[in-house]
């Protein structure tokens, strides 16, 4: 596990507020493959985690487990979890109950599939961190409670999705070679 810290740098003579709460993102790779397919891949993963949360701010020291698996194990979760039998890039699954007192919030956890990802990531053009990032962010956001079932909250989820991955460095991925 690797601990990091959420905190936005301060502005010069502005006075320090309390220590910002620890976020522990657990990262398990159960597809050695996915090393190779995005160099620095525990950092790429920590790094959208943490903007996400930046974005989405929660209350507390906060936890969440991110899964790098294959195209046949999320098979297996999408068929279980959602009855449908095919792959998917990304699934979440928050944990609903609130922390114990003076433990960590643990948000839940977010499963990406490796074939599926890079296939999109070819298809669209772009380099496979950059749609990881976007997917992870994603993820992360239904862990928050964000969705995209009706018209109005998939704006809403994709609008806060393109700002924290301009924040990254990343091009928005629902227009991209729109200028």
């Not at 974005?55 to 098979?75: I, N, S, W």
Request: net charge negative; aromatic share 4%; glycine share 8%.
């Amino acid at each position: 596990m690797t601990a990091i810290w959420v905190s936005t740098p301060m502005a010069a003579g502005a006075s320090a507020d309390p220590m910002p709460p620890a976020v522990t993102v657990d990262i398990r790779i159960d597809d050695r493959a996915w090393p190779a397919a995005v160099p620095g891949l525990r950092a790429a993963v920590r790094r959208a985690a943490r903007a996400a949360l930046k974005a989405a701010p929660v209350a507390g020291p906060v936890e969440l487990a991110v899964t790098l698996t294959d195209d046949a194990a999320m098979r297996d979760l999408n068929r279980t979890w959602r009855k449908k039998d095919k792959p998917t890039n990304v699934l979440s699954f928050p944990l609903a109950e609130g922390a114990m007192p003076g433990e960590p919030n643990h948000l839940g956890d977010v499963v990406l599939a490796r074939q599926t990802v890079e296939a999109e990531a070819a298809a669209q053009g772009k380099p496979v961190g950059d749609h990881l990032a976007h997917l992870v962010v994603h993820g992360v956001l239904h862990l928050l409670g964000f969705d995209h079932e009706s018209a109005r909250e998939a704006r809403a989820m994709e609008g806060r999705e393109v700002a924290v991955l301009a924040g990254l460095g990343i091009a928005d991925p629902y227009h991209l070679g729109v200028r």
